[in-house]
């Protein structure tokens, strides 16, 4: 044991605090050498100073711990894909951002916001699959992805056209830090076949008018489509459900940032 550093000694070298190579532990991202049986302490080897450096760059940029784990676990050319890849999403949550302040700022200073161009349709009734969970905003995605590749696909009949497109419905204000129902709905074609899913609920969606604005993807993070909805709603004295639909037409991950990657829509009463 004489190579090895307490935890103490691995902690200064490695420009980490104690605190966070117990937490680095606990999530196996940089587990000690060796663990004293009797007296529980942590002790570390030289060797493990480059994996620990790694954890404190990725960690700069804001990288969450389970994707370090990730990316210190592929070959290096993987690795590299993936920080690349983290920090286009990134810097497309910056723009976002910056855009949402400047719109923002433009409010505050009275001036006129160039907002989306909003689009009416009529909807025919239809048969939903649906489910839903309580998630935050980070969580959508995980919630969302299986599905919509499962649904999207030739396994489930659904009707022609855009009527046949599976959405998410939001039920309420959804952040990073509050959760709010998010309902995954898939129309189906009733005279398709019985789909065997017991865990989906089959509901029925009304006939009736919705309102909607296309998204590209370099401004699918800004809340600008919402804003657009709101404002012309007050400007055509229409009322509606407010339990906006996103309506997905391509894999965002797949689309160029000029790409429309979804419909955000409601129902107009």
Not at 101 to 124: C, I, N
């Amino acid at each position: 044991m004489t190579d090895l550093l307490a935890i103490g000694a691995f902690a200064h070298l490695a420009r980490l605090s104690p605190k966070a190579l117990r937490l680095y532990d606990e999530m196996d991202l940089l587990p000690p050498a060796r663990v004293d049986p009797d007296t529980g302490h942590r002790w570390y080897s030289p060797d493990q100073l480059g994996r620990a450096r790694r954890v404190v760059q990725l960690r700069r940029i804001g990288m969450p711990l389970p994707r370090i784990r990730t990316v210190l676990g592929l070959p290096a050319e993987a690795a590299a894909a993936e920080v690349r890849a983290y920090w286009d999403e990134r810097e497309r949550e910056w723009r976002a951002k910056r855009e949402l302040a400047g719109f923002f700022l433009d409010q505050l200073a009275g001036k006129e916001t160039p907002m989306y161009g909003v689009s009416v349709r009529e909807v025919p009734a239809r048969t939903l699959l649906t489910t839903s969970e309580h998630l935050t905003a980070d969580r959508i995605g995980a919630f969302a992805a299986p599905l919509f590749a499962f649904f999207g696909g030739p396994a489930v009949p659904r009707p022609e056209g855009s009527a046949g497109r599976p959405f998410l419905r939001y039920h309420g204000e959804i952040g990073e830090d509050s959760d709010g129902l998010v309902e995954f709905c898939c129309p189906i074609d009733p005279e398709g076949g019985e789909i065997a899913l017991p865990e989906m609920t089959r509901s029925t969606d009304e006939a009736g008018r919705e309102a909607y604005v296309t998204v590209q993807k370099a401004n699918m993070l800004t809340a600008l489509g919402a804003e657009s909805l709101h404002r012309w709603l007050t400007d055509h004295d229409e009322r509606a459900d407010w339990k906006p639909r996103q309506i997905f037409l391509c894999d965002p991950g797949q689309a160029d940032l000029d790409d429309p990657v979804f419909e955000l829509a409601v129902r107009l009463r």
